[in-house]
T-cell receptor
């Protein structure tokens, strides 16, 4: 069974540019999560989807971050415009349902110059 | 505020010796408890979880964890460490609605 797929794995951009990350969850998993992991820290939840509905986006900086999961399967996280402080690893995870074990993708490492 | 503490930034152990990575938490109710491992440049891999029942939970790669309700602890253990176990380990209680609370993790270094 394929795991959570994320792309790209690495991204280098200049500040003020837009950037997007893509995530495809494990097949059949209804719940999808985006996390931010800063260097030397644990992941922090940005947003959680149940099917296509964002049920918890309280930690998402909505002035520059947006996310979508239009058909309730794959998802895109966007930053526009990127700032230097956005350099981090962006992790996607999925679970079978809202109470299930979360399985993580390999992450996208973003460097903003 | 809900929190998790892994008091050791790094744990060093010789190959073949038992290892313990400590975790205590402050979360209301009876949360599910998880351990994840992270290898360099990779995402988190699920090791094990505690929901209810037996206080000793067995997981992947020979790891197990001991739940202690009175001490609100969930320590990760392995009877015999391998060099390949060297990685970053995260304890993560569920703070409600499957919102995992992560600390900074503990780096495990297993020496040959």
């Amino acid at each position: 069974e394929a795991g959570v797929v994320q792309s790209p794995r690495y991204k280098i951009i200049e500040k003020k540019q837009p950037v997007a990350f893509w995530c495809n969850p494990i097949s059949g998993h209804n719940t999808l999560y985006w996390y931010l992991q800063n260097l030397g820290q644990g992941p922090e939840l940005l947003i959680r989807y149940e099917n296509e509905e964002a049920v918890d986006d309280s930690q998402l900086p909505k002035d520059r971050f947006s996310a979508e999961r239009l058909k309730g399967v794959d998802s895109t996280l966007k930053i526009q415009p990127a700032e230097l402080g956005d350099s981090a690893v962006y992790l996607c995870a999925s679970s079978l349902d809202s109470e299930g074990t979360q399985y993580f993708g390999p992450g996208t490492r973003l460097l903003v110059l | 505020a809900q929190s998790v503490a892994q008091p050791e930034d790094q744990v060093n152990v010789a190959e073949g010796n038992p290892l313990t990575v400590k975790c205590t938490y402050s979360v209301s109710g009876n949360p599910y408890l998880f351990w994840y491992v992270q290898y360099p440049n990779r995402g988190l891999q699920f090791l094990l979880k505690y929901i209810t029942g037996d206080n000793l939970v067995k997981g992947s790669y020979g790891f197990e964890a001991e739940f202690n309700k009175s001490q609100t602890s969930f320590h990760l253990k392995k009877p015999s460490a391998l060099v390949s176990d060297s990685a970053l380990y995260f304890c993560a209680p569920d703070g409600g609605y499957n919102k995992l609370i992560f600390g900074a993790g503990t780096r495990l270094a297993v020496h040959p």
